[in-house]
């Protein structure tokens, strides 16, 4: 998705003067287009995510559109405070990209994994949170909400998570990636390929899953949440981040708020880390996070209701 984000904000500078890409000390290899065609637009302020913040604040006060770009735990993390007392506080223009959802950078140790980024940025209102499941989402949703008033937080994925259907972006929706019956699967972000995945063989145990991407996490889609869930017995959510705070905590608050009497599994990070680091491929399986484990998982729960 990082490709998707560096192409896109060149059509989005071209389209608005306005625009600034602000990095800190990171983007090698996929930001210099934008600084060579706009110089004067572009600014590496260094490893120095507050200041990256509060520049990015003062400018977006004086008119401007800042993006600041950064690896997504850096970015959410080192600065909370102030994201909190500047854009948030203030209503301004400043777009967060956050880089590496999940365990894109698992082999960097657990210091660079986003596993409660989207969390703690739930926690404030008026905080945009988007999170696409592929390339083609993200460059549809940096397009369609570059004119917002207020601030963005934009979780992408490193690589292009996986062989995906070509997935829409509308505000305060869901995507449908696949329809079925008997459970819905609920992900958020580039892990949709292992829902996708998941779901494939589910199937072949005679189980209908469908699965939705869930990209707009902040506002909460509320309305298209309940008009999903109120059609399934069962719903899971499979997500690269702790199970605090993200996208299973908000089904969770859709279903109670509701007083609905759909069921939920949440698949995400529960266990602490200890120091290994490893791959994507082998963090998802060691979390409990692959198809193989979700599929298996989720059989055994159903076969279990169905035994009740």
Not at 180 to 193: C, F, W, Y
Not at 277 to 300: F, P
Request: hydrophobic share 45%; proline share 6%; net charge neutral.
């Amino acid at each position: 998705m990082r490709n998707a984000f560096a192409s896109t904000i060149l059509d989005i500078a071209q389209m608005e003067p306005r625009v600034l890409l602000l990095t800190g000390d990171l983007g090698f290899m996929v930001l210099e287009p934008f600084q060579k065609r706009y110089p004067e637009r572009f600014i590496n302020v260094g490893v120095s995510e507050q200041n990256l913040l509060g520049l990015a604040t003062g400018l977006a006060e004086a008119g401007w559109i800042p993006y600041v770009y950064s690896i997504a735990n850096f970015i959410a993390l080192r600065p909370y405070e102030f994201i909190r007392n500047g854009p948030v506080l203030h209503r301004l223009p400043v777009r967060i990209v956050g880089i590496g959802d999940g365990f894109d950078y698992g082999h960097a140790g657990p210091t660079h994994l986003s596993i409660d980024d989207v969390g703690v940025l739930r926690t404030l209102p008026g905080m945009e949170i988007i999170a696409p499941a592929t390339p083609g989402q993200a460059r549809e949703a940096l397009l369609k909400t570059y004119a917002s008033q207020g601030p963005i937080y934009y979780r992408l994925g490193k690589s292009a998570g996986g062989t995906l259907p070509p997935v829409e972006f509308h505000s305060g929706k869901v995507e449908w990636l696949r329809n079925g019956k008997d459970v819905v699967l609920l992900t958020m972000g580039g892990i949709a390929a292992e829902a996708l995945s998941a779901a494939a063989q589910l199937e072949a145990l005679g189980i209908s899953a469908a699965v939705i991407a869930v990209a707009h996490i902040s506002p909460t889609p509320q309305n298209a949440l309940f008009e999903v869930l109120k059609k399934f017995p069962l719903a899971a959510t499979i997500e690269a981040h702790s199970v605090q705070g993200g996208l299973g905590s908000m089904v969770a608050e859709v279903i109670a708020e509701g007083q609905m009497v759909c069921r939920l599994l949440r698949f995400g990070v529960r266990k602490p880390f200890d120091g290994r680091s490893g791959s994507l491929k082998w963090l998802l399986r060691e979390h409990g996070l692959d198809a193989a484990s979700v599929s298996s998982t989720l059989h055994k729960m159903i076969r279990n209701i169905g035994e009740q």
